[in-house]
């Protein structure tokens, strides 16, 4: 057996992370689906792509919340975060080999991350770009990236209103995060606190009053 583990969502400044990881006997069929990296594709082809990748593999998917990330990053880096769960994902699927998109500048660094929390013993490929190069890591990106897409879909309903991808360098969600600032004297929900981007906000909001006092 051959597992693949990513994530979508490590940077924005909103929404949760996601992780997956999928695991098949052989990659003959993601090679026949043409399963690339989710970057490339359209959504409504990852759609596709996800629902023919659940009907021939097993998947692990775990979800971090804003508030669990910003909680975790009080004691881990966010590599380290990473490198927990990507571990428990192994351990769950428990395959013979598993190949990871390296989330540490040092592949090798990453991979001694992740098998230092592993109880199965499988061998294990830390790349950069390992959803490029690999048909697993691929289709765990496809799921991955579905999955969050699903859940920035339930906040902006839950919000009542559009608020982009969640990214840092969306002004669409950037201009939601200051509203909601300015309407209610806090950041909204399922934003990550603990992002330099949340905290410039602050610090602007806090010195436009001086400005105007000045």
């Known amino acids: 057996m051959i597992?693949?583990?990513?994530?979508?969502?490590?940077?924005?400044?909103?929404?949760?992370?996601?992780?997956?990881?999928?695991?098949?006997?052989?990659?003959?069929?993601?090679?026949?689906?043409?399963?690339?990296?989710?970057?490339?594709?359209?959504p409504d082809r990852r759609e596709e792509l996800e629902k023919a990748i659940r009907?021939?593999?097993?998947?692990?998917?775990?979800?971090?919340?804003?508030?669990?990330i910003d909680s975790m990053r009080s004691r881990l880096t966010m590599n380290q975060?990473?490198?927990k769960v990507f571990s428990m994902i192994v351990n769950r699927l428990s395959p013979d080999e598993a190949y990871l998109d390296a989330a540490d500048a040092s592949e090798e660094g990453f991979e001694r991350m992740v098998c230092s929390e592993l109880k199965c013993r499988p061998r294990v490929v830390s790349?950069?770009?390992?959803?490029?190069?690999?048909?697993?890591?691929?289709?765990?990106?496809?799921?991955?990236?579905?999955?969050?897409?699903?859940?920035?879909?339930?906040?902006a309903e839950q919000m009542g209103q559009d608020i982009g991808s969640g990214y840092s360098h969306d002004k669409v969600t950037l201009a939601?995060?200051?509203d909601y600032l300015d309407r209610n004297g806090e950041l909204p929900p399922h934003t990550r606190k603990s992002w330099d981007t949340s905290k410039n906000i602050i610090m602007r909001k806090r010195l436009r009053p001086l400005d105007s006092f000045g």
Not at 55 to 68: K, R
Not at 129 to 155: C, G, N, Y
């Open 176 to 178: 939601f995060i200051e």
């Open 81 to 83: 975060i990473e490198a």
């Open 3 to 42: 597992c693949g583990v990513d994530e979508a969502g490590r940077g924005p400044v909103m929404g949760p992370l996601v992780i997956c990881g999928i695991c098949v006997q052989s990659d003959k069929k993601l090679k026949e689906l043409k399963v690339r990296d989710s970057k490339q594709l359209t």
């Open 127 to 155: 790349k950069h770009k390992a959803d490029q190069l690999f048909p697993v890591v691929s289709a765990a990106s496809i799921v991955a990236k579905v999955r969050r897409d699903l859940r920035m879909s339930e906040i």
């Open 55 to 68: 009907a021939i593999a097993d998947i692990e998917i775990i979800e971090l919340s804003a508030s669990e």
